[in-house]
């Protein structure tokens, strides 16, 4: 009877299969920002394949997570598997497309800036030039904490639009929050960016009617040219 418990204790309902794996998931990522924030590191996608575990790192200083001749990766991937227990830990680094416009490596950059004894309004304006060079739809920065007094604020630089509610502001602004220690204390930086690759949902455009009127037309040929169901019938019946 005992083996008989042990054995149903074991075996795991569906549900918290899911949330362990999850949570693994969410704990990987965590620790993979934490390790990597000096090499840039962007996001991650762990996939569970038939082999074993496949991590895809993405970051803007690829040959950093790499090493010389690999040797960065392997211990990572080792320090990984003993870590979360995972079998066969493949890593796979790939470079950040879009670093200009990146929010999470647009807040990294003025984090490090003000670390380094810049001013924050200075930074946050040369982010925001950077930015609009990058031809964004919409950028917004946030950098909040003992700014120029002992009372905690924060001060807002915004160019073009952005989305504040919705589904858009979920899924298509791209939000990156970055702690920085400092002697005042622990400032923050928000940083949101609408990429310019985006479609609104509320961009629409309108047809002029000659478009309309052409296309209308050539659905109307493109059904005459089409035989009819009756006449067919009819003719293989005759036949």
């Not at 810049?118 to 919409?138: D, M, P, T």
Request: charged content about 30%; cysteine-free; proline content about 4%.
């Amino acid at each position: 009877m005992g083996l008989m418990a042990s054995s149903q204790q074991r075996r795991l309902p569906m549900y918290k299969r899911i949330i362990d794996e999850n949570k693994r998931k969410w704990m990987i990522k965590e620790y993979l920002n934490i390790a990597l924030t000096r090499n840039r590191y962007v996001d991650s996608i762990i996939q569970r394949t038939t082999l074993g575990t496949r991590i895809i790192i993405m970051a803007e200083r690829k040959n950093r997570i790499i090493g010389r001749k690999g040797q960065q990766v392997k211990a990572l991937a080792d320090l990984l598997k003993s870590k979360f227990n995972l079998d066969n830990v493949v890593i796979d680094v790939i470079q950040e497309p879009h670093p200009e416009y990146n929010a999470r490596l647009v807040a990294l950059r003025i984090a490090d800036a003000m670390a380094k004894g810049i001013r924050f309004r200075r930074a946050a304006i040369i982010a925001l030039r950077q930015l609009q060079e990058a031809n964004v739809q919409g950028a917004e920065i946030v950098i909040s904490g003992k700014l120029t007094t002992e009372r905690a604020r924060f001060e807002k630089y915004s160019m073009g639009i952005m989305v504040k509610s919705g589904q858009d502001s979920l899924e298509k602004v791209q939000e990156a929050v970055i702690p920085v220690l400092l002697k005042p204390g622990i400032y923050s930086v928000r940083v949101r960016v609408i990429p310019p690759d985006v479609k609104l949902s509320d961009r629409f455009t309108i047809k002029p009617p000659e478009e309309v009127q052409a296309k209308q037309v050539e659905a109307e040929v493109k059904q005459e040219g089409k035989p009819e169901e009756g006449s067919n019938s009819q003719g293989s019946n005759n036949t």
